[in-house]
């Protein structure tokens, strides 16, 4: 996003994007899925339905870490920040279920936002900079 616009597609960014890295997004992507599918069969589909965020959030931390992030290697960027960023999901995805039903949804989803904030905070600023 521009600072004095809107979402644009820009098809020839992804011709600038490596081969490898499209296939490992869309890899991490499809295993995540699988997992919330198999979450979502053992403990139910509340439980397996907040696993399905992580895809979207993988895509939108890789954008992210490339625009904001100009290191000598780029995939290295990539995965730490996608390791950041999931694992912020995760304490999020907890925090939504243990607090899904004791709580008002307003208040349980607000908690675990800023439990996801936190930690993927806190991990990005001990990890993310080097």
Do not use: N
Not at 6 to 34: D, M, N, W
Not at 60 to 86: I, S
Not at 89 to 100: P, R
């Amino acid at each position: 996003m521009s600072a004095g616009g809107g979402i644009r597609f820009q098809p020839a960014k992804l011709r600038e994007t490596p081969l490898r890295g499209l296939v490992v997004r869309f890899a991490f992507g499809a295993f995540v899925s699988v997992v919330a599918g198999v979450v979502g069969e053992l403990w139910g589909p509340v439980a397996g339905g907040v696993f399905l965020a992580f895809p979207a959030i993988l895509a939108a931390t890789l954008t992210l870490l490339e625009e904001e992030e100009h290191r000598r290697d780029p995939a290295v960027q990539d995965a730490r920040g996608a390791v950041l960023g999931a694992t912020g999901m995760i304490a999020f995805a907890v925090c939504a279920w243990a607090l899904a039903l004791r709580l008002p949804a307003p208040l349980g989803l607000g908690l675990a936002t800023v439990a996801w904030a936190a930690i993927a905070g806190g991990l990005y600023q001990a990890f993310g900079t080097r």
